[in-house]
């Protein structure tokens, strides 16, 4: 099975808050140089669930992983590769940079046709940075393939069909796709495998390809920024305020009154 | 000059840092306060290619760089020392000697099984009356016929009488040299050899998941082929082996020290009195300024000698330099790391306190503090043979 895992260098979703900045004059988020970037949690777990399949028969099945953005750190994108992934190609670009939803959709289907070959697709559910969720469908109905959202697990079945289980409100629904597929993949699939050092060792040896706009037939003109479909009006940090109001009383019943008659007083019940 | 560090080793700072925080993080305090080795963390370090980093694949190593090794240890020493504790020996004691000095046969026989973490092997130099004084070994080893008969005693051993200890390698008297002094020799002996026990050393101030232990040789029985290298060599091949272990004790050393110090800024961010965050309060900022000091100078001195190291150059001084400022760098950096803590910084649940206690092993393990002075002394040409 060739499987395609795309995913994304993001700002780090769990540095400490103070340590997140915006450019709001160019509507952007800024990367805090102190900081190192890293591999959206949720693509890690759609590594994990190409991994998954692989680990079943390692010669049968490979993973190529694709990025794209501008200036990518190496020891960050190449963490798949760590993890046990085949291949890697990166879409790296000035070009690339200020997409939206559409426009990355748009850069990957083009790099995923250069690729031709494959029988799955994995993106993460969502990104950590716009939490957008869109790129997945949007890259299925670019290719004209079917996708499953939000699934917990994905297996192979004899005849190569694949199972995948898709998290649903109170549960979740079993369903079965023909390949070639698109699945975008949650947290619920578990924790990703650790990079091991033997891994890190055989990604260092493995030098990624790049691929520019007129590698995968786009007009750099056309791509990123000038490619989006929608545009962000205005971009900003709002002010966390706090205020406590300490409702005191001599009874828990008297206590409570007073809190309801409070809370209807703001109107929130 | 390049200080960056490349992509393979800053790909092994994240992976060890991730699992050190979201694996043995969680666990640290419980097993410290059990005193309890956890074989399965172990296998799990193994696993992700903690034994045998420096071996070459084809003995089941991960074939990395020293460097890389050292930055391996200095994460788990940021979040435990007990850990940190079983991979440095487990790599610089147990595997390094085998490795560096072990015939063909003796490699594939022991290494495959050490690097996939299936057993553990330990390094038994010192003895209840040999500790500084490691030469001074009283455990002989005669050969008879095809055996060499081992008699003697071990103690503060690490990794050498817990479930996964599979072998010692057991510095002996084996003889002695024209000139009248011991010749000394390193045996492999297996953890079933017949005389042979060991015995767990309990009520430990600090490494406390890390198994230590002491040995007992009663006319322990190994066959002749279980020498390491030449007979005669043991005492260079402790010499080089320590070389190396320093290296490891200096990187947990710095890892313990960031730790510290990555503790102390948070709460020292958090923690508010007189309206303030009390990092605020210029005496502990300075404290603060002066930790992050003294990591910066600690990590150059200790990755140059790694450096050295890979470079194939003479490292012994700069070993001991870094073994010896590292552990009393991170002396200073759990002492106000503690400071900042106020009352709490004595408290079990806060990690500075697990810090604290493992820190003192650093400045005693692998040549005390004044045994680093002695060999350095004697490396920068002061007059005699310091002593
Ligand atoms: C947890 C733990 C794990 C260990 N793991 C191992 C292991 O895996 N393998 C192993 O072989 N050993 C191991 N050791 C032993 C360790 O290396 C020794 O404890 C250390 O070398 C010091 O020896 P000693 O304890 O006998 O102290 P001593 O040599 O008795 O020293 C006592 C004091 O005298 C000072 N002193 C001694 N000689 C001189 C001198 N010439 N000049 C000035 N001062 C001097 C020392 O610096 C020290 O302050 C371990 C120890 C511990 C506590």
């Known amino acids: 099975m060739n499987m395609i895992v795309c995913c994304k260098q993001v700002l780090d979703p769990e540095a400490a808050p103070s340590t997140f900045k915006l450019d709001a004059a160019n509507n952007r988020m800024v990367q805090p140089p102190e900081i190192k970037p890293v591999v959206n949690p949720y693509d890690e777990q759609a590594v994990e669930a190409a991994l998954r399949i692989k680990d079943k028969d390692k010669a049968a099945n490979k993973i190529t992983i694709i990025s794209l953005g501008?200036?990518?750190?190496?020891?960050?994108?190449?963490?798949?590769?760590?993890?046990?992934?085949?291949?890697?190609?990166?879409?790296?670009?000035?070009?690339?940079?200020?997409?939206?939803?559409?426009?990355?959709a748009s850069a990957l289907a083009a790099a995923i046709k250069k690729v031709g070959q494959f029988d799955l697709i994995f993106c993460g559910r969502q990104e950590s940075e716009w939490d957008d969720g869109q790129v997945g469908s949007g890259l299925a109905e670019l290719l004209g393939i079917p996708s499953v959202t939000i699934a917990k697990k994905?297996?192979?079945?004899?005849?190569?069909?694949?199972?995948?289980?898709?998290?649903?409100?109170?549960?979740?629904?079993?369903?079965?796709?023909?390949?070639?597929?698109?699945?975008?993949?949650?947290n619920e699939l578990g924790e990703a495998r650790y990079a091991t050092l033997k891994g890190i060792m055989a990604a260092s040896k493995k030098q990624p390809v790049v691929w520019k706009p007129a590698d995968i037939g786009m007009d750099a003109g056309k791509v990123g920024a000038a490619a989006r479909k929608s545009k962000i009006v205005k971009l900003f940090q709002p002010v966390k305020e706090g205020k406590c109001d300490i409702v005191s009383a001599d009874s828990p019943a008297e206590a409570a009154s007073l809190l309801a008659q409070k809370l209807r007083e703001n109107k929130v019940i | 000059m390049d200080f960056d560090l490349t992509e393979e080793q800053n790909l092994t700072r994240q992976a060890v840092r991730d699992f050190a925080e979201n694996e043995i993080a969680p666990i640290a305090h419980e097993l410290d306060e059990k005193e309890e080795f956890?074989?399965?963390?172990?296998?799990?370090?193994?696993?992700?290619?903690?034994?045998?980093?420096?071996?070459?694949?084809?003995?089941?190593?991960?074939?990395?760089?020293?460097?890389?090794?050292?930055?391996?240890?200095?994460?788990?020493?940021?979040?435990?020392?007990s850990q940190a504790a079983t991979i440095a020996a487990g790599n610089s004691l147990g595997i390094g000697p085998i490795y560096y000095f072990g015939s063909e046969k003796q490699k594939k026989e022991w290494l495959p099984r050490l690097c996939a973490g299936e057993i553990l092997a330990g390094f038994g130099l010192t003895e209840p009356e040999a500790g500084s004084d490691a030469g001074s070994s009283k455990t002989r080893a005669e050969r008879k016929g095809h055996n060499w008969i081992i008699n003697g005693s071990k103690i503060f051993i690490t990794n050498s009488a817990c479930s996964m200890t599979g072998v010692v390698v057991v510095q002996?008297?084996?003889?002695?040299?024209?000139?009248?002094?011991?010749?000394?020799?390193?045996?492999?002996?297996?953890?079933?050899?017949?005389?042979?026990t060991a015995k767990a050393m309990k009520g430990k101030m600090m490494w406390r998941a890390s198994n230590t232990g002491e040995l007992f040789f009663d006319n322990c029985t190994v066959p002749a082929g279980n020498l390491l290298g030449k007979q005669g060599d043991g005492f260079h091949q402790m010499l080089s082996t320590l070389d190396g272990g320093r290296l490891s004790i200096a990187a947990m050393g710095l890892g313990g020290a960031q730790g510290a110090f990555?503790?102390?800024?948070?709460?020292?961010?958090?923690?508010?009195?007189?309206?303030?965050?009390?990092?605020?309060?210029?005496?502990?900022?300075?404290?603060?300024?002066?930790?992050?000091?003294?990591?910066?100078?600690?990590?150059?001195?200790?990755?140059?000698?790694?450096?050295?190291?890979?470079?194939?150059?003479?490292?012994?001084?700069?070993?001991?330099?870094?073994?010896?400022?590292?552990?009393?760098?991170?002396?200073?950096?759990?002492?106000?790391?503690?400071?900042?803590?106020?009352?709490?910084?004595?408290?079990?649940?806060?990690?500075?306190?697990?810090?604290?206690?493992?820190?003192?092993?650093?400045?005693?393990?692998e040549g005390t503090s004044e045994i680093q002075r002695i060999v350095i002394a004697r490396h920068i040409g002061v007059a005699g043979r310091a002593i």
């Open chain 2, 172 to 196: 002996a008297v084996t003889g002695a040299q024209a000139d009248g002094k011991p010749e000394i020799s390193c045996i492999i002996v297996p953890a079933n050899a017949s005389g042979f």
């Open chain 1, 70 to 104: 501008n200036n990518l750190a190496r020891d960050v994108v190449k963490k798949p590769l760590s993890m046990g992934a085949d291949e890697l190609i990166l879409l790296e670009d000035p070009a690339f940079e200020g997409g939206d939803s559409f426009a990355v």
């Open chain 1, 154 to 186: 994905a297996e192979v079945m004899d005849g190569g069909k694949v199972k995948v289980e898709r998290i649903v409100a109170d549960g979740y629904q079993v369903l079965e796709v023909s390949t070639p597929a698109l699945i975008t993949v949650s």
């Open chain 2, 262 to 365: 990555d503790v102390a800024l948070e709460y020292a961010n958090k923690r508010i009195q007189f309206g303030r965050p009390i990092s605020s309060f210029q005496v502990n900022a300075f404290k603060l300024a002066d930790m992050a000091i003294e990591i910066e100078l600690a990590r150059n001195l200790l990755y140059k000698a790694c450096w050295l190291r890979e470079k194939g150059r003479t490292f012994t001084k700069e070993a001991a330099m870094a073994k010896l400022y590292c552990s009393e760098v991170m002396h200073r950096c759990v002492h106000h790391a503690v400071q900042l803590h106020g009352g709490y910084g004595l408290m079990k649940d806060f990690r500075v306190e697990r810090l604290y206690r493992d820190q003192r092993l650093l400045e005693i393990g």
């Open chain 2, 38 to 81: 956890s074989a399965d963390l172990t296998r799990r370090m193994a696993e992700l290619g903690l034994l045998g980093c420096f071996v070459p694949e084809k003995y089941g190593g991960s074939n990395m760089g020293y460097i890389s090794y050292i930055i391996a240890v200095e994460e788990l020493a940021r979040i435990d020392g």
